[in-house]
């Protein structure tokens, strides 16, 4: 056979880093390829060349034989190449049908196409409505948006970046089934994730990269999850290590919170009740679209509620109070979208890092302290591993993974008394995602109350005291770690939340006004 894509030589350098240096990677028909690495190895550099999202400054692209100059991405959905981006490329004020349609030929985008999406979206277990506004959608929804337009282009290579970051395990399940059904068609899939499981179970080759360079190449399904993580790292994974404390006095409690979908699209919340203790983790788990959204919504401020009563904060009610007050409490964010919400792309990292650390020294008599505003970013960069060339780096310019540390970072060093945390390690390679839950249990036993929303249950279990579950608005009972399982958290998620559900409680007791 002739290889699908053959990479020659592939350079990419940007100012003061090598992206990629001298690349070569080879993929052929039918075959499920992954490219792994640390964030800022040199993964999506690589790919958006291929994509013709950039330009490489050396090196060759053979496409079925042929050597081809891919200037565009609009050339290369023409030669069949489609890509599912990890930061997604969706214009938010726009449909799901108008969107899908921007990245398809013309004859492809008729009347027909509102159809073809509810089918193809139906057929693969993502469903989506076409007539939705994008900034509508919770960052899961915006996904199912962008594997659904790949999709749509009949490509004959997929290019997926962390395509199931925010997937649940059902979900994931059957992603995995049409990608294996499109590789037996001859298909090829370029496959970026820093799930070690997921590679082992779908790829049929792996290419490591490691500060630019290819360092090797296996077959994944005959490693162990430890050993590609060596083979990423250099080292053995870390283990959150965490010490034994009892939980203190209630730091964040939500009472009767019911409210109405903000949007024709959202999800109204019902009825919740939850308190997490000073000391304490406590996960809510979900797909996302079922009241995510909008539970954080309420929590942090940015919709204010008609009962201040409904969140304390620290004992302080707090319902009606804006983000900024909340945060005077003591209260730290940590949203689930990187770019746009929890940094601004164009400003530099010394710039984010005031957006929301001001009160830590940063301003005085209403001028900013530039220097001090620096050395908070660079001790972030410093204590976090942050690869960045430093306070003055853009935002945009980091990997994702990079400027998610740089967020969580930024956010623990204001010694916060709450810290919310929204898909905190979506899109994190290995080494990154322990160090950001090691960071998060550290916080718990430094006696902060910690609440993380997130649609890893393996995250969950790992670092959490208690697990509840968002389902159609309404919030499970959590329950103790050690007296739940994957199956039940699983039951939780379809809302099972009746008197045969294992984890409901007597109704005397309300959802966590009890310690853990």
């Known amino acids: 056979m002739t290889p699908r894509l053959v990479l020659t030589g592939i350079t990419k350098t940007y100012p003061g880093v090598v992206a990629n240096d001298h690349v070569d990677l080879t993929v ?7 490219i792994l690495g640390e964030n800022g190895a ?9 994509y013709g999202a950039v330009k490489p400054d050396a090196g060759t692209i053979a496409w079925e034989g042929e050597t ?19 930061h997604f490329s969706l214009f938010e004020t726009l449909t799901v049908a108008d969107n899908i349609a921007l990245a398809l030929e013309r004859n492809r985008a008729g009347p027909d196409l509102p159809a073809r999406i509810r089918e193809v979206s139906a057929r693969y277990g993502l469903p989506l409505d076409p007539a939705r506004h994008v900034h509508t959608m919770s960052v ?14 009949d490509p004959r290579l997929v290019i997926m970046d962390e395509p199931t970051s ?27 994730s820093h799930k070690l499981d997921e590679i082992r179970a779908l790829c049929h080759q792996a290419t490591v990269l490691r500060g630019g360079k290819v360092t090797g190449t296996c077959d994944p399904r005959r490693k162990s999850a430890s050993s590609l993580a060596r083979l990423m790292i250099g080292a053995d994974l870390p283990q959150p290590s965490q010490r034994a404390g009892a939980p203190g006095a209630p730091a964040l409690a939500v009472r009767g919170l019911t409210l109405p979908a903000a949007d024709p699209f959202g999800t109204a919340l019902a009825a919740i009740d939850l308190t997490v203790h000073a000391g304490e983790i406590v996960g809510i788990a979900g797909v996302s679209g079922n009241g995510q959204q909008e539970l954080l919504a309420a929590l942090s401020g940015e919709r204010r509620l008609a009962d201040a009563a409904t969140v304390t904060i620290d004992g302080t009610a707090a319902g009606r109070l804006d983000p900024a007050q909340r945060r005077a409490l003591g209260l730290a964010f940590v949203p689930e979208e990187r770019l746009g919400r929890g940094a601004v792309p164009d400003l530099t990292l010394a710039d984010n890092a005031l957006l929301t650390a001001y009160r830590q020294g940063l301003v005085s008599h209403g001028f900013v302290r530039d220097a001090a505003v620096r050395a908070y970013a660079a001790a972030t960069i410093r204590d976090f591993d942050v690869k960045a060339s430093g306070p003055d ?9 990079n400027l998610q540390k740089f967020i969580v970072g930024r956010e623990i060093r204001q010694a916060p008394r709450v810290m919310i945390a929204a898909q905190p390690t979506w899109g994190v390679d290995v080494g990154a995602a322990a160090q950001i839950r090691q960071a998060l249990v550290d916080l718990r036993d430094d006696g902060v109350a910690v609440l993380v929303v997130s649609e890893e249950l393996d995250e969950l279990f790992e670092i959490c005291d208690r697990v509840a579950v968002m389902a159609q608005g ?3 009972p959590p329950r103790r ?3 739940t399982n994957a199956e039940e958290i699983g039951l939780l998620m379809a809302g099972s939340f009746g008197a045969a559900d294992p984890a409901a409680r007597p109704a005397s007791s309300p959802v966590g006004v009890s310690a853990p």
Request: with cysteine; hydrophobic share 45%; glycine share 8%.
């Open 68 to 86: 081809v100059a891919i200037a565009s991405p609009a050339r290369a959905r023409r030669l069949g190449i489609g890509m599912v981006f990890q």
């Open 393 to 401: 780096a853009m935002a945009r310019s980091l990997s994702g993974g």
């Open 166 to 192: 925010v997937l649940t395990p059902q979900a994931v399940e059957k992603l995995f089934a049409t990608l294996r059904r499109l590789a037996a068609e001859g298909c090829s899939i370029l496959y970026i």
């Open 42 to 50: 040199g993964k999506s550099t690589l790919v958006k060349i291929i």
């Open 481 to 483: 770690r050690h007296e």
């Open 474 to 476: 309404r919030l499970s």
């Open 140 to 153: 899961g929804e915006r996904q199912r948006v962008e594997i659904v337009r790949c999709l749509l282009q």
């Open 28 to 34: 052929w028909p039918g075959e499920i390829h992954a």
